[in-house]
Structures are given as structure tokens and as C-alpha cells.
């Protein structure tokens, strides 16, 4: 299977960014071992960060018909960004949203995302762990749609 694995605004700051609320690993870290576990599954994955939403408009129409499933990590564009949701339920494929916090626990205007109504799952607050869960969730339960 291949999977294309997004983060959005700031998380490349992962590590160093608030560490007391997204840990000190690097996204470098995230990418490497995400693309690890996928391997050890058979999969593929590729790995996008940018700070500008149309960049990630653009990536994820790229995707059309070439991944079969996506694990998402919009950062603050999950509270904000109907063009991304728009570009999720444009190509039509599966996709997992990811956050490293508990959004829940924190400020209300955390706590609506415009991506989770049309999410195959959710995964919130488990930490950098939570990519691990993601990749080796959409190998081994997503359905193989690109051959
Ligand atoms: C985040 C949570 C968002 O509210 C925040 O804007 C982020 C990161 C998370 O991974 O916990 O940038 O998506």
C-alpha cells in the first residue's frame, strides 16, 4: 500500500516547538520512523510538511489516485481550513487525522475541526506515538486501491 503522510503549519517545528505540549521529537524523527513502520508492513509512504495551505492543496491533489489513504496532521488549519477539507473529499481518499496533543483538552476553538466528520479515524493526544498507530493502521485495515 502507499501512504502519504501530511503536517501542516509549524509542525516542523516539532521538538522544539512548546515541548511540554508536543514532546521533543523531530519531525524528522516522526518521518523516519513512520516510513520505517510502513516498510515493516509492506507499505510505502511519503512525507509532506508545509506551512501554507495551498501548498497542501497541492500535494493532496497530486495524491489523486496514486495513495490509498492519508494520515493528516493539518495543525491549526484543522480549526480553520475548508479548502483542505475541500481537497480531502476531492479525490476521494481515506484519510486518518492525526493530532499529537489532546485538542479536547485544551482551548474550546480546539475542539471543532472541519476534517473529522469526513475522517476514517481519529487520532488524538497519544503523542509522536500516534503516527506509529496511524501508519500501521492505514497498512495493515486500508483497502488497496492503487496497484
Ligand atoms: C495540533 C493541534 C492544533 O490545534 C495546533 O494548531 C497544532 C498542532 C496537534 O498536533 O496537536 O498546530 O494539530
New binding site residues.
Given amino acids: 500500500k502507499s501512504i502519504l503522510l501530511l503536517n501542516?503549519?509549524?509542525?516542523n517545528l516539532l521538538g522544539t516547538r512548546e515541548p511540554h505540549?508536543?514532546g521533543h521529537t523531530t519531525l524528522a524523527d516522526v518521518e523516519a520512523n513512520s516510513r520505517a513502520h510502513a516498510a515493516k508492513h509492506n507499505a510505502t509512504l511519503d512525507a509532506f510538511q508545509s506551512n501554507h495551505e495551498g501548498a497542501l492543496v497541492d500535494r493532496i491533489q497530486a495524491a489523486r489516485g496514486r495513495v490509498d489513504g492519508i494520515i493528516i496532521?493539518?495543525?491549526?488549519y484543522?480549526?480553520t481550513s475548508v479548502a483542505i477539507r475541500d481537497a480531502l473529499m476531492g479525490v476521494g481518499i481515506p484519510f486518518i487525522e492525526?493530532?499529537?496533543?489532546n485538542?479536547h483538552a485544551?482551548e474550546p476553538w480546539?475542539h471543532h475541526s472541519y476534517f473529522s466528520d469526513k475522517a476514517a479515524g481519529i487520532i488524538v493526544g497519544l503523542g509522536v506515538y500516534g503516527y506509529q498507530v496511524a501508519v500501521e493502521h492505514v497498512a495493515v485495515n486500508f483497502e488497496e486501491r492503487v496497484k
Fill in positions: 501542516g503549519p509549524n509542525l505540549i508536543y496532521n493539518p495543525g491549526a484543522t480549526h492525526l493530532h499529537v496533543s485538542v485544551r480546539r
